[in-house]
């Protein structure tokens, strides 16, 4: 059994809980099998190409064109759904714990919320530690936002999963302070975003055994690895630090129960729900971490990438009508 998910101060109807699905039981039980043997054991630049194999396996979505270009000076990868308009697009800033992850990777996932969302996405080929530790990926990402503007793109939503959720919720916050006078941030949106690089979330503990892929000592690791000489609570690094969300947009994080990042989306969902942010939590019970990424196998992730989509279609939408 799990523990309860942790008391809040705030009222609790920004959070809404997904049931498991039988047949997703039976997928996930699956996964959990063929994934057992490897649990803690991607560290490192060696993991760099098993995990890109893993992303790799997305099923592909249907229509979905691919085109290299350089935005802000970060190379990276436009993702084309078959009707976008050009002066729109998502930001979609990968995961890999800071350390793994390419755009051609991560493509056929970002395939599945272009078309849902019905627009183009870029994702930025950000540097990875240890080679180009803190603040070098938030550098990258802060350089490919404001690059877009050069692009034609008027409209922007960032979405970011995993170590891409840091950024995004970091890029965000970036974003709102500084504003551009002809490029407008609409939407947030973060799967499982890790929040807190000083790792005090309950969930370390209380989802240890059910989180299928990783443990503290593999994640501590990795955290010192991209932190380098910087504190771990930098509100740069671990955006649960950061107490300016006054003016953030719109935001939603979708997570799954069965992971040690739990609490990461939980406690950085409160604390935007108390500055007054729009913001909303999905919690989906049974899912790992990643679990988007079975789109086509499991319905939770489709279901999770259609919500998102159609977040960032509302608001893409709100914005061009002047909202």
Do not use: C
């Not at 849902?116 to 490919?144: C, G, M, W």
């Not at 503007?149 to 922007?156: A, L, M, S």
Request: proline content about 5%; overall charge negative.
């Amino acid at each position: 059994m799990h523990a309860p998910l942790r008391n809040s101060a705030v009222s609790e109807d920004f959070i809404y809980i997904h049931p498991l699905s039988p047949e997703d039981a039976e997928t996930t039980r699956f996964m959990r099998e063929m994934s057992a043997s490897m649990k803690g054991k991607l560290q490192g630049t060696e993991a760099r190409g098993p995990f890109d194999a893993i992303m790799e396996r997305v099923i592909p979505a249907e229509g979905v064109t691919f085109e290299a270009d350089t935005v802000g000076g970060i190379a990276g990868l436009w993702v084309r759904p078959k009707h976008f308009r050009t002066d729109e697009a998502i930001l979609h800033l990968h995961g890999g714990w800071f350390h793994w992850g390419t755009s051609q990777a991560f493509r056929h996932l970002v395939g599945h919320i272009a078309t849902q969302a019905k627009t183009q996405a870029f994702i930025p080929d950000y540097r990875l530690a240890p080679e180009h530790p803190f603040p070098a990926a938030v550098n990258d990402v802060e350089a490919s936002y404001r690059g877009l503007e050069k692009k034609g793109i008027h409209r922007v939503a960032v979405i970011g999963d995993s170590a891409g959720g840091n950024l995004a919720l970091v890029l965000s916050s970036l974003a709102a302070t500084q504003a551009s006078m002809n490029l407008k941030l609409v939407a947030i949106a973060a799967l499982s975003p890790v929040t807190d690089l000083t790792l005090s979330g309950a969930s370390y503990d209380t989802r240890a055994e059910a989180d299928p892929y990783f443990v503290m000592p593999q994640v501590t690791e990795l955290v010192r690895s991209y932190l380098a000489n910087t504190e771990a609570n930098h509100p740069l690094a671990s955006p649960l630090f950061n107490n300016q969300l006054a003016n953030f947009v719109p935001l939603r994080v979708h997570v799954g129960d069965d992971e040690v990042l739990l609490d990461d989306s939980r406690r950085y969902v409160e604390q935007a729900v108390a500055a007054g942010v729009d913001a909303r939590l999905d919690i989906w019970m049974g899912m790992p971490h990643g679990f988007a990424g079975g789109v086509g196998k499991l319905k939770a992730a489709s279901l999770a990438l259609e919500t998102i989509g159609a977040f960032v279609d509302e608001k893409l939408s709100v914005a061009r009508a002047g909202g």
